[in-house]
């Protein structure tokens, strides 16, 4: 009985991650802008992975305010929630709360549901660029990357890689600062987020949702990050409406 368990996990998970070596997309990061595009890209029908170095798929959502465990969508947002089965409270004319932990929940439930491959405990930590563009990611565990070990890492390929990494935009530094390439507007850095202002934020994580290299596109808190823009802290309408724009760039963007 138990090698049987121990052959059905191993087999089941070298399946699923042999299927991860050449995806249509790859995600780093699982917070709720990454979930929301891969939950829409696997609804389509492209071969999705997610790579999130956190043992628990969900990013900053499962912790709300300061621990209060709710957070605050505007009313924009409101249909996403509504297609994602998400229940919702009116707080304002304009805003909304939710329980994180079913938002977070729900977020992650729909993108596995709907056929994206998370691998969890795994960290991006490099890229594969070949002839100008980025064609898949370097992954290892993330015990492995955070007590540098000296292991060698293995490769997935991809035909479009996102950075959702939130805050520190990791891959799109991996891009500027090691190998010193310049982003598509002309950038060779990132500017990393400015202070709390939580409208100006919400746009923004909007307005620059992008590729910001050939076949690297950023959403979230990191297009925040990467274009210099405001945090804006547990509103989260920017981080959905982002998740939305990034699936049509990058079905587009497949579809080329
Ligand atoms: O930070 P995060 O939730 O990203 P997001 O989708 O949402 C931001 C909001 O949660 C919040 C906010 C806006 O309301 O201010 O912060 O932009 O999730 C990012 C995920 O990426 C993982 C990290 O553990 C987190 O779960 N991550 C970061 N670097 C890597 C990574 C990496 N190198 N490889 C894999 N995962």
Redesign the pocket.
Known sequence: MEKDISTSILSAWTQKLQAATASDLII????????ICASELARLGYAVTI????LA?????WGGAMLFNE?VIPSAAIPILEAYKISYKQATKELYTVDSCEATSALIYHASHNGAKIFNA????DLIITENKVNGVVINW?PVHERGMQVDPLCLEAKAVLD?????C??VSILTAKNHFRLTDGKSSIEYERSMNAKM?EKA?VEHTAEVFPGLFV?????CGVSGSN??????G??LL??MKVTKLIAAALER
């Open positions: 780093a990061g699982a917070g709720p802008s990454g979930l790579i999130e170095k956190n798929p969900g990013g900053g959502m957070i795994v960290v991006v930590e993330a959702a990494t939130g805050h520190p990791e891959v934020g994580a959403c979230g808190m990191a297009a945090r804006m802290g547990p509103i989260f920017g981080m982002s998740g």
